[in-house]
């Protein structure tokens, strides 16, 4: 009887005898180019971005005072302020509903036009021994980079069609916890504070944000690997 011991599982290596199309790979540019925010502006073009089209909530007014100038108008967000309990945590919630809702739509038509098959051939010999994940993690992997709900629901519907294991989705996991829409909240946050310690208009500090994000990079893929070490030590 022949040893069966080193041959490779089909569902694991399938990837390698899956047939791509030129069409494939034209879907899956216009799903990285929709997911990781190259696009994001208010300009037409705006369009092609997934958070410029998710939009935001409009304001609501949570209370008028009067003051030295006339009547002032406090405004708030959906959400509201001063919120507490199950409650708030009811509408923070709600507020997360319409961008899962609206990642799985686009994550289902991008599939549809063979992108996450594109994307489990080029990236597979790449993300899987970087940090233990199938190249089908692909997209999730961009969309995290720009919104934390879109990657999580990319994620998670992964996981529903059985593409990630229980110990890839946990280091799928650490990798995106670890500064989880790092692009987004950097240039929106961080990259402030460079500006907060500059000092005769020039740079107090001598590092660019090139090296930033860099630094935040290396940081997500070391996260997924100690979570790969750990596994590997534990028993199950």
């Not at 791509?20 to 034209?26: H, K």
């Not at 996450?116 to 190249?135: D, E, F, M, S, Y």
């Not at 969309?143 to 529903?160: E, F, V």
């Not at 110990?167 to 909240?185: G, P």
Request: charge should be positive; proline fraction near 3%.
């Amino acid at each position: 009887m022949a040893s069966t011991a080193n041959t490779p599982k089909p569902e694991m290596d399938g990837w390698r005898s899956e047939k791509v199309t030129i069409g494939n790979y034209i879907s899956l540019a216009i799903a990285i180019v929709f997911f990781s925010g190259v696009c994001a502006s208010t300009h037409w073009w705006g369009i092609f971005d997934f958070t410029t089209l998710n939009g935001g909530f409009g304001k609501l007014v949570s209370g008028v005072s009067q003051n030295a100038d006339g009547i002032h108008t406090a405004m708030a967000n959906f959400r509201g302020k001063g919120g507490s309990g199950a409650i708030d945590g009811f509408m923070f919630a709600l507020t997360l509903v319409p961008t899962v809702m609206f990642a799985l739509a686009m994550i289902t038509i991008f599939d549809h036009f063979g992108a996450l098959k594109a994307c489990r051939q080029l990236l597979t010999p790449i993300l899987r021994p970087l940090i233990g994940v199938p190249g089908a993690a692909g997209l999730a992997l961009i969309a995290s980079l720009q919104s934390t709900d879109g990657g999580a629901a990319l994620t998670r519907q992964l996981k529903d069609d059985n593409v990630l294991t229980d110990r890839e989705i946990n280091n799928f996991a650490a990798f995106q916890m670890t500064a989880d829409a790092c692009i987004t909240n950097f240039f929106s946050s961080g990259a402030v504070l460079f500006t907060l310690l500059a000092a005769d208009g020039k740079p107090a500090v001598p590092v660019s944000l090139g090296v930033c994000l860099g630094v935040l990079l290396v940081g997500k893929v070391c996260g997924a690997n100690l979570m790969r070490l750990i596994q590997l030590r534990s028993k199950k």
